[in-house]
């Protein structure tokens, strides 16, 4: 299995989810200043030529939350998704689509200072924060004591937040990230 990388990138967060699945893989060093996410070689792993991607035997996988998805799946013994027809299956499905559809972008426009519009298809960061309290309830994980795959791909978010310096507003959501970036495999940025 070969991950294609650069530390400083989002592919932090699918190296943070291949880490917690266990087991050796490779990692590809892809640099950017060299164009190489752009070269046809890459383009056909990821057409949108864009890190991270996956590659395991003929399957290739682009995106986070697809390849957190899929490591989750691939890894049954790592425990880090709830299987197809569990009880927990679709919140967990919806939660690693909405990390990607509406935190992400949410958080962008307030890192960023984009005023958003409603017609965008997400809120302001502020709802979505409510939503994240909500969802996390008494945690200490998304699933009570169950760490999955969907603390990978929110987590990552607020971890990232905290690294980009924004000042701490909640303390339930930066307790949350402190309990994340505790864990052995946590997800580490440039490295
Ligand atoms: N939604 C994508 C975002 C991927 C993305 O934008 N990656 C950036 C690095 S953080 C990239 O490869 N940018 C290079 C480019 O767009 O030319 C994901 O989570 O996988």
């Not at 291949?18 to 070269?39: M, S, T």
Request: proline share 8%.
């Amino acid at each position: 299995m070969k991950l294609y990388y650069n530390p400083q990138s989002r592919a932090v967060i699918a190296k943070w989810m291949r880490d917690e699945c266990g087991a050796g893989y490779e990692i590809v060093p892809i640099d950017f200043a060299k164009r190489e996410h752009k070269a046809p070689e890459f383009l056909k792993i990821n057409p949108a030529g864009k890190l991270p991607a996956l590659v395991d035997g003929d399957t290739k996988v682009f995106e986070n939350a697809a390849i957190c998805l899929y490591l989750g799946d691939k890894f049954p013994e790592a425990n880090l998704a709830p299987k197809v027809g569990a009880l927990e299956r679709g919140r967990y499905l919806s939660l690693m689509v909405y990390s990607t559809s509406q935190l992400e972008p949410a958080m962008g426009d307030m890192l960023l200072k984009v005023q958003p519009l409603p017609q965008r298809g997400w809120p302001e960061f502020e709802t979505v924060k409510d939503v994240i309290e909500g969802e996390l309830g008494e945690g200490p994980y998304l699933f009570g004591n169950w760490f999955t795959a969907a603390d990978v791909m929110i987590g990552s978010m607020f971890i990232w937040k905290r690294m980009w310096g924004t000042p701490p507003d909640r303390p339930k959501l930066e307790a949350y990230v402190d309990r994340l970036l505790a864990r052995p495999k946590a997800m580490q940025l440039g490295k």
